[in-house]
Every structure is written in structure tokens, then in C-alpha cells.
């Protein structure tokens, strides 16, 4: 079993950067793919991005292609998310989820931390 805590959100202006950061408890984190999800008020979760198991390159959003990375490293048992040039419309709870492999559908992850809250004000 994963447990999985965010860190890292807060209250930006937009053009702003923020790093979030997901640590998950256990030994078998590197075993796990790693998504990144995130939910508006009144709206349903949203993928935003993923990463295998063993890092490289990662998979994301159309509408965070270019402005967000993300990253793990399976030495600290945490995966990043770094973004930049953050609008109002990336408003929302952050969630990461860990899962046996990349996907976009929130479904097919098993794990999941409690979300950390991004806000970008105009």
C-alpha cells in the first residue's frame, strides 16, 4: 500500500510558478506510474499529467503541454510538478495518484494523496 502526500500549493498571481510535490510512504513507490490530477469547483477530476514508473518522460494535458513538468525521483520517493505561467483557469485541488501504469483516466489509479489547493488570481 502507498500513501501519498501533496505539498507545495498556495495563492499566485498569474504568469506566476509553483512547484507541488507528492511523497509517498513505502518501499514499492518506484513500482507505481504517477499521475497528476486536478478538480475545479463544480467540475469533474482532470487529468493534467503522468509519469512511468521509472521516470523520463512524461505524458500530459493539452492544456498544461509546455507550461508544467513533471518529474519524480524514486531515491526520495517523490514525484514533482512544476508550473509555470500559471493562469486562473489552472485554479483547483491538485491531487496526485499512483497506479500500476500511465494513464488519463482517474480510474486506473489505486492510491491517492488528500490534493493540495492551487490558486491563480488575475
Known amino acids: 500500500q502507498v500513501q501519498l502526500v501533496e505539498s507545495g500549493g498556495g495563492l499566485v498571481q498569474a504568469g506566476a510558478s509553483l512547484r507541488l510535490s507528492c511523497s509517498a510512504s513505502g518501499r514499492t513507490f518506484s513500482s507505481y506510474a504517477m499521475g497528476w490530477f486536478r478538480q475545479a469547483p463544480g467540475k469533474g477530476r482532470e487529468f493534467v499529467a503522468a509519469?512511468?514508473?521509472?521516470?523520463?518522460?512524461?505524458v500530459y494535458a493539452d492544456s498544461v503541454k509546455g507550461r508544467f513538468t513533471n518529474s519524480r525521483d524514486n531515491t526520495k520517493n517523490t514525484v514533482y510538478l512544476q508550473m509555470n505561467s500559471l493562469k486562473p483557469e489552472d485554479t483547483a485541488v491538485y491531487f496526485c495518484?499512483?497506479?500500476?501504469?500511465?494513464?488519463?483516466?482517474?480510474?486506473?489509479?489505486?492510491?491517492w494523496g488528500q490534493g493540495t489547493q492551487v490558486t491563480v488570481s488575475s
Open positions: 509519469i512511468r514508473r521509472s521516470g523520463g518522460s512524461a
Open positions: 495518484a499512483a497506479g500500476r501504469n500511465v494513464a488519463a483516466n482517474w480510474r486506473r489509479y489505486d492510491y
